[in-house]
């Protein structure tokens, strides 16, 4: 890599208005996004340890530019969970070159050159960190929203409920798995009801979901009964040739508690009106 000692050593006698000229040209595209005096504070620290990686030869993924990768990491987790594109997290570095090029002038391009690399390169792998950083935010909201979309309902003493809403698919399968029998090893339950009532649809590969859940409970001791089997649904399932073999099916929560329950030994009886 080229020797940029020499424009080094110029941009930090001029640091404060290379800092005042890529401030000023962020402040007008990130306006809505970020205050004046905290882009300030944030390009600040950027400017110095660029600076300090752009004195060595080793190039941006050696040793010498360590705190400017580490700063650029933290910026792009930062800008990621604030809303910010990848365009506006890679151009806030990017922009660094037309500050440079308005401080040195034409005369000095030529020494610029290893610069723009230098910039170039940074950018990159800023983005790469961003998208890095926005993929694995993803990932953890969609695990939350599984968790959350998959409660354990105790209704009785003894009875679980896993009210489904949505698509079944084999990550969701596995979240109920563990949650039901989580719940079933902290209650000692042993009934448990899945109730399909908030399901779309249900095909082959959902039956099959469905099974290895009742499967699994059954291994922790647990009788499963599968309710919310709409009209829809019964036609669907007859028409594939569906087999829930001998689990228990109900076509409301309501009557699988019922049923549940008179398993349990349990008898419900209405009770009488008072007369005046």
């Known amino acids: 890599m080229p020797d940029s000692k020499p424009v080094a050593d110029t941009l930090t006698e001029r640091s404060d208005d290379v ?4 401030t000023e040209g962020l402040s007008s595209t990130l306006r809505q996004r970020s205050a004046p005096a905290e882009l300030r504070t944030e ?3 950027l400017l110095d340890a660029f600076l300090q990686g752009l004195r060595s030869t080793d190039g941006t993924r050696g ?4 705190e400017v990768r580490a700063l650029l990491a933290d910026l792009s987790i930062s800008r990621a969970r604030r809303g910010f ?20 002038g034409d005369d000095r391009l ?5 610069l723009s690399q230098a910039i170039d390169d940074l950018a990159l792998f800023t983005f790469e960190r961003f998208v890095t950083a926005r993929e694995s935010i993803i990932t953890n909201q969609t695990e939350q929203l599984l968790e959350l979309s998959t409660p354990v309902v105790k209704l009785w003493d003894g009875v679980l409920a896993v009210p489904l809403v949505g ?3 084999s990550a969701r399968t596995q979240v109920v798995m563990e949650a039901l029998l989580q719940a079933l090893v902290e209650t000692g339950s042993e009934h448990a009801i899945i109730d399909i009532t908030g399901v779309a649809a249900v095909d082959t590969q959902v039956a099959q979901h469905l099974l290895k859940t009742v499967v699994a409970a059954r291994l922790m001791g647990a009788e499963c009964i599968i309710s919310g089997i709409r009209p829809q649904i019964a036609q669907t399932v007859v028409g594939l040739g569906i087999e829930f073999g001998d689990v228990p099916t109900r076509a409301s929560l309501a009557d699988a508690l019922r049923h549940v329950l008179a ?10 009106g008072r007369t005046g």
């Open 167 to 169: 698509t079944l698919d």
């Open 43 to 45: 390009l600040s620290s």
């Open 19 to 22: 800092l005042d000229t890529w």
């Open 63 to 66: 040793e010498a530019y360590a």
């Open 263 to 272: 398993q349990a030994g349990y008898s419900i009886v209405r009770k009488g």
């Open 85 to 104: 594109t990848p365009t506006e997290t890679a151009g806030s570095v990017f922009a660094l070159k037309g500050a440079v090029v308005e401080v040195l």
């Open 110 to 114: 030529a020494e610029f050159w290893p």
